[in-house]
Every structure is written in structure tokens, then in C-alpha cells.
């Protein structure tokens, strides 16, 4: 990325000094910075856009494959896949974790594992352009219900170091309740039934005490 800035300064400038006007190094270098502002939130205005404007359909990876490419230290993968469309048609479609649309768009990029079925929307006519509906995905429900138990488990910690402080009781009913009330039904039913118990604990001391 770096490299191809550097070319684009350098061809900007050689215009400029082809032309005797430094008004298209200067045009270089905007149309440069817009160009990398644009790869970086691109893929959330294109998914932005099929969720408002899209059809429904569902996809699944076929094939992933680590690339040479890094993006903040990690390496980019690419991503074959085959899109099933609202009228049962099949689509080949294929992206990278550079270009993959996500909603809705948050900082993490979560790719759905190979081999499971996810939710897309698309334009009908343009079905090869997707954006992946992590949200309503078996992968990304899975993920969203992992990060909420992480938020309990950190109340349970806190709870643990310091059992009869009551400010971190009261936390950490409100995480339990909080993610019973979301979650019940999509969590791991032990996990749940777990749950339910470190509940009763907290509401009847005496009954069971609190893990």
C-alpha cells in the first residue's frame, strides 16, 4: 500500500512538472488519500447498502486460502464461495478479508467458517456482490453469544475475588439476568442451565452458594 502511494506522489509530481503546475500534484495526492480512505470503509458503505437495498439469499465457503498479503500484521485470506439465491439459483462468489462486507459494520472481521451455511443479501443482477448478515448467521450468533458470556464469566471473576463484596453481587446478577433474558435460547442449554443456577444461588444464599 505504501509502495503504490509512493508511485502515485511520484507520478503526480512528474505530471506536474510535465504540465509546469503543481495543481496536479496536488490532485495526485487527494485523489490518493481518497482512494485509501475508501479501501478501508468501502466494504461497510457496500454493506450499508445491500442490507437497505438487497435481497435475501444464503452462501457458503467452499474454499479459503491464505494469501502473501498482510493487513496490521495479520495475513489476508481469500475466500471461494457458492451463493444461493432467493430463487434457487447458484452463484459463484468470491472475496478476501480486505474486501468482505460485513453488517452490520464493526471493527472485528468475522469470516464464516468453511462448510457453514450463512445469510447474504444481494441486488438481484449483480449477485457475485455480497454482504455477509453476521447477525442472523448461526456463525455470528454463536460469536455475539460467546462475547456476552465473556461479560458474565468477568463478573463471576470479580465476584470470586472478593465474595461478600455486594456492589460486585449485584453485577453479577445483572450479567446472569442480562444474558438469560438475550440469550436463553441460542446459548449452549448447559451453559444456560449453569446459568439459572448461579442465579438461584445469588437470589437464596442459602439454597446454593455462588460459584
Known sequence: ?????????????????????????????????????YCFIGSSINALFLHQFGTYGSAVITHEEQTNSTLNDQYIWAYDGVLRTADGRDVKISFDTMSASLYPPRNEIDI????????????????????????ESAFGIRLIVEKASQDVEGAANQ?????????????????????????????????????????QALDHPGSEAAQ
Open 159 to 199: 465476584l470470586a475475588a472478593s465474595p461478600g463484596n455486594h456492589e460486585f453481587q449485584q453485577e453479577y446478577r445483572q450479567a446472569l439476568v442480562q444474558f438469560l433474558n438475550r440469550y436463553a435460547n441460542q446459548a449452549d442449554p448447559a451453559l444456560v442451565t449453569h446459568y439459572r443456577a448461579e442465579l
Open 112 to 135: 464464516p467458517p468453511e462448510g457453514e451455511r450463512f445469510v447474504v443479501k444481494y441486488i438481484p443482477g449483480f449477485e457475485r456482490n455480497v454482504a455477509i448478515m453476521r447477525d
Open 1 to 37: 500500500m505504501l509502495i503504490l502511494f509512493l508511485a502515485g506522489l511520484f507520478v503526480g509530481a512528474c505530471i506536474a512538472e510535465w504540465r509546469k503546475n503543481k495543481a496536479w500534484q496536488l490532485l495526485a495526492f487527494a485523489g490518493l488519500m481518497f482512494g485509501g480512505f
